[in-house]
């Protein structure tokens, strides 16, 4: 049986004799783009990873769709920054959507091809799509949706104005109407139309 681990990495996790023959063509090489990858792809030599790496990745492609670029960016392809990207995503904690649309460190170039206006696209991102988002970024992956279904179902849950099953433990809320699914829709309309002038 084939799973992919990340995206344009495969990993055989059963199957006998061809589970056998995957190898890694040397020891402590970095399979994958650093900025997508989980916690324990970050480490180098780990070979403890699973599905739920793909949640993590996910995420980051979540995160960078609401706020313009991934939480954990390289600067510049040398080495030390790459490095720095690993040791990020494996000991910070990512900054909230909501807070990173709002940080002075959001490009122009960036601001600009933001879904909507900063103050109302935060707005939009707070409790509900910040948990979501967070969720999938877990350093644990054991409090990551176990798998894309559970994510894509709370993504659903918010565009539908319901509860989200990502809120924080204890947390007992209600959807206000303020950033129901209208509010999430008109986001993804207002991107499509950004998208569609380019």
């Known amino acids: ?19 056998k023959s995957t190898v890694v063509t040397a ?7 650093p900025e997508y990858m989980s916690p324990e792809q ?16 996910l995420g980051v492609l979540l995160y960078e769709l609401l706020t313009g670029s991934p939480p954990f960016v390289a600067k510049g392809t040398a080495k030390p920054g ?22 002075a460190e959001t490009r122009p170039e960036t601001r600009e091809a933001l879904p909507a206006p900063q ?15 967070m969720k999938a970024l877990e350093k644990d992956r054991t409090r990551r949706y176990e798998t894309a279904n559970g ?3 709370d993504v659903r849950r918010y565009l539908a104005g319901q509860p989200v099953l990502a809120h924080p433990p204890g947390t007992l809320y ?7 699914p209208a509010g ?12 569609s002038k380019r």
Not at 27 to 33: A, E, R
Not at 184 to 195: D, E, I, P, W, Y
Request: proline content about 3%; some cysteine; overall charge neutral.
């Open 27 to 33: 020891f402590g090489s970095i399979l994958g783009t």
């Open 82 to 103: 790459l490095l720095e990207v690993l040791r990020a995503v494996r000991e910070d904690e990512p900054t909230r959507p909501s807070t990173k649309v709002m940080s």
């Open 174 to 180: 209600q959807r206000s109407g303020s950033s129901g």
């Open 119 to 133: 103050p109302q696209l935060a707005k939009l991102l707070r409790n509900d799509l910040d948990w979501v988002v």
């Open 184 to 195: 999430g829709c008109s986001v993804c309309s207002r991107s499509n139309r950004t998208r």
């Open 1 to 19: 049986m084939v799973k992919v681990i990340d995206f344009g990495v495969a990993k055989v996790l059963e199957g006998g004799d061809f589970a």
């Open 151 to 153: 994510l894509a179902a």
């Open 42 to 57: 970050a480490t180098l030599g780990g070979g403890d990873i699973d599905t739920r790496a793909d949640i993590y990745s």
